[in-house]
């Protein structure tokens, strides 16, 4: 309050409701296969090291490298 008047009122800028269809639109995007949401899990340990340099290697030899190193 400034001088006994309301300057400004706080409230929630997204409605229950409005989470709720964006809910239903997310759920409908990935039952079509068009996203698939995250699993919540935090990335990797390694997941922001660089990987090998340009040239040196290839994109192939990496993601096989990768998937051997995953099992």
Do not use: H, N, W, Y
């Not at 800028?13 to 964006?22: H, I, P, Y």
């Not at 899990?41 to 290697?57: I, N």
Request: without cysteine; charged residues 30%.
């Amino acid at each position: 309050m400034q001088g006994g008047k309301v300057i400004a009122e706080l409230v929630q800028s997204v409605t229950q409701a409005a989470r709720d269809d964006d809910e239903v639109i997310l759920a409908d995007l990935e039952r079509r296969g068009i996203i698939k949401r995250g699993s919540g899990e935090p990335f990797p340990e390694d997941f922001f090291e660089p990987g090998p340099p340009a040239g040196q290697g290839g994109t192939l030899a990496a993601l096989q490298e990768e998937r051997r190193k995953r099992g």
